[in-house]
């Protein structure tokens, strides 16, 4: 084996086992069997190549549509989601569901919040005008949430829900463009890396069979 093809070889293993740490806490082939409700699909799971695929058209759908769903006001549901939509968007499962570590107790509220104070802005600016928040309203809506307990407010919480939800598409848009271009950046040098590794390789064998320039004198 060649220099370069210990290299190669040595760069590749590298790689994989980063990816691999990276997912280890993710839904994989190995391990889909442990997640709840993802379980009674892992079977069907494993024979779709597609959402296990870090493709860069498998992988850019996944990052825009995880980007926006783990800004939703949907928390407790987002990777049963995610697995849906990895299925009708054929888009790697593992990096949608990565993406909702995202929302999590310590984040949702702040990101809800960001999430309707973007909505409510980009209605004003079209016309529609949606009041603020305030910190007594944001408790009150936690509390009734809670203890279900809406009553005639339940039409403030359809207004609330959709102003977020509105915002997250918009946030989760920005975000999942940003991601598809960094990850379409690193796929293409990561890509151009090998080329280059392979390019070497095979520069050093034709070298290495080429006879000597002094060989072919001789017998001229």
Do not use: C
């Not at 850019?60 to 049963?80: C, R």
């Not at 949606?130 to 339940?154: C, M, Q, S, T, Y």
């Not at 095979?202 to 080429?210: A, E, F, V």
């Amino acid at each position: 084996m060649t220099a370069e093809e210990s290299e190669f070889n040595k760069t590749k293993r590298r790689r994989i086992r980063r990816v691999k740490k990276w997912l280890r806490p993710l839904p994989r082939r190995t391990n889909i069997h442990r997640y709840p409700i993802l379980k009674f699909f892992a079977e069907s799971a494993r024979k779709r190549v597609y959402i296990w695929s870090f493709r860069v058209e498998h992988a850019v759908p996944a990052i825009q549509a995880g980007s926006i769903l783990t800004l939703m006001p949907l928390y407790g549901i987002q990777v049963p989601l995610a697995f849906l939509l990895a299925l009708i968007l054929r888009a790697n499962l593992p990096i949608i569901a990565g993406l909702q570590i995202v929302s999590n107790p310590l984040t949702v509220l702040p990101i809800w919040y960001a999430g309707y104070q973007t909505g409510r802005i980009f209605l004003n600016l079209i016309g529609v005008e949606v009041a603020p928040l305030h910190h007594e309203e944001v408790r009150l809506l936690l509390d009734n949430f809670i203890h279900g307990a809406w009553g005639n407010k339940f039409d403030n919480l359809a207004t609330v829900f959709g102003v977020t939800n509105l915002g997250a598409v918009i946030m989760g848009t920005f975000f999942g463009l940003i991601g598809s271009v960094t990850y379409r950046i690193v796929a293409n040098r990561t890509a151009a890396s090998y080329a280059l590794l392979r390019s070497k390789i095979n520069d050093r064998k034709l070298k290495s069979d080429s006879p000597p320039a002094n060989q072919d004198s001789k017998h001229d």
